[in-house]
T-cell receptor, first 110, second 116 residues
Framework: GENVEQHPSTLSVQEGDSAVIKCTYS??????FPWYKQELGKGPQLIID?????GEKKDQRIAVTLNKTAKHFSLHITETQPEDSAVYFC?????????FGAGTRLTVKP | GAVVSQHPSWVICKSGTSVKIECRSL??????MFWYRQFPKQSLMLMAT?????????EQGVEKDKFLINHASLTLSTLTVTSAHPEDSSFYIC????????????FGPGTRLTVT
C-alpha cells in the first residue's frame, strides 16, 4: 500500500520568512496530492492540491511542486504570517485510497 | 461551496453505551464518504470508506461490528460507535467527495468523543 513520509515534524519560522514542507510517497500509481491545514480542534482544510500531470501549482502565497520521478512533493509558503501557524498534512491518493503524512507543526513567530 | 458538517461537535458518554455521529455534505452530493480517526498530535487514520447505498469498506484492524457506518443518502453518512470504551475516545472526522469531482475530499469539523 501507499506510504507517505513528511518532513520536518516541526518547523518554526520568523514572520515574513518562507516555509517549506516536504513529502515522499511510495506508490507510483498515486495521482493526486493535496495539502491540508489543520488548526487545533478543527477538521483539515484543503489549501492546495496538485495532480500527477502537473509539476507545479501556485495560489497566492502557497505553492506546491511535484517530482513524479523522485516521488516527492513539497509545499512552499512565502511571506509567512502568524495565522499560518497550524499543522499541515500532505497526502497521496489514487481512487478512494488517500494516505496522509504524519503532519508538520508550523509555528510562525511574530 | 463544498461544506461538510458534523454533529455533534463533541460528546461525552459512559462506557458501554453507543454514540452516533452524523456527517452531512451541505451543498453537494457525496457519492463517497470517508471516516477518519485522529489521536492527539497524530495523523489521520482512515477507518472506512462508504458509498451511498452500499456497505462500507473497512480498513484492516477496524471492527465493523463496533463502528457501524450507514450512508443512506447522497448527503448523509453516520458512524455509530457501539459499546464504547475509554480507548475509543478520539477525534472522529468525516470527509466527502463531490459526485462531480473525482479527486478532492472535503473534511468536516470533527467530533470529539470522550468515553468515561
Amino acid at each position: 500500500g501507499e506510504n507517505v513520509e513528511q518532513h520536518p515534524s516541526t518547523l518554526s519560522v520568523q514572520e515574513g520568512d518562507s516555509a517549506v514542507i516536504k513529502c515522499t510517497y511510495s506508490d507510483s500509481a498515486s495521482n493526486y496530492f493535496p495539502w491540508y491545514k489543520q488548526e487545533l480542534g478543527k477538521g483539515p482544510q484543503l489549501i492546495i492540491d496538485i495532480r500527477s500531470n502537473v509539476g507545479e501549482k501556485k495560489d497566492q502565497r502557497i505553492a506546491v511542486t511535484l517530482n513524479k520521478t523522485a516521488k516527492h512533493f513539497s509545499l512552499h509558503i512565502t511571506e509567512t504570517q502568524p495565522e499560518d501557524s497550524a499543522v499541515y498534512f500532505c497526502a497521496a491518493s489514487q481512487n478512494n485510497d488517500m494516505r496522509f503524512g504524519a503532519g508538520t507543526r508550523l509555528t510562525v513567530k511574530p | 461551496g463544498a461544506v461538510v458538517s458534523q454533529h455533534p461537535s463533541w460528546v461525552i458518554c459512559k462506557s458501554g453505551t453507543s454514540v452516533k455521529i452524523e456527517c452531512r455534505s451541505l451543498d453537494f452530493q457525496a457519492t463517497t464518504m470517508f471516516w477518519y480517526r485522529q489521536f492527539p498530535k497524530q495523523s489521520l487514520m482512515l477507518m472506512a470508506t462508504s458509498n451511498e447505498g452500499s456497505k462500507a469498506t473497512y480498513e484492516q484492524g477496524v471492527e465493523k461490528d463496533k463502528f457501524l457506518i450507514n450512508h443512506a443518502s447522497l448527503t448523509l453518512s453516520t458512524l455509530t460507535v457501539t459499546s464504547a470504551h475509554p480507548e475509543d475516545s478520539s477525534f472522529y472526522i468525516c470527509s466527502a467527495r463531490d459526485k462531480g469531482q473525482p479527486y478532492e475530499q472535503y473534511f468536516g469539523p470533527g467530533t470529539r468523543l470522550t468515553v468515561t
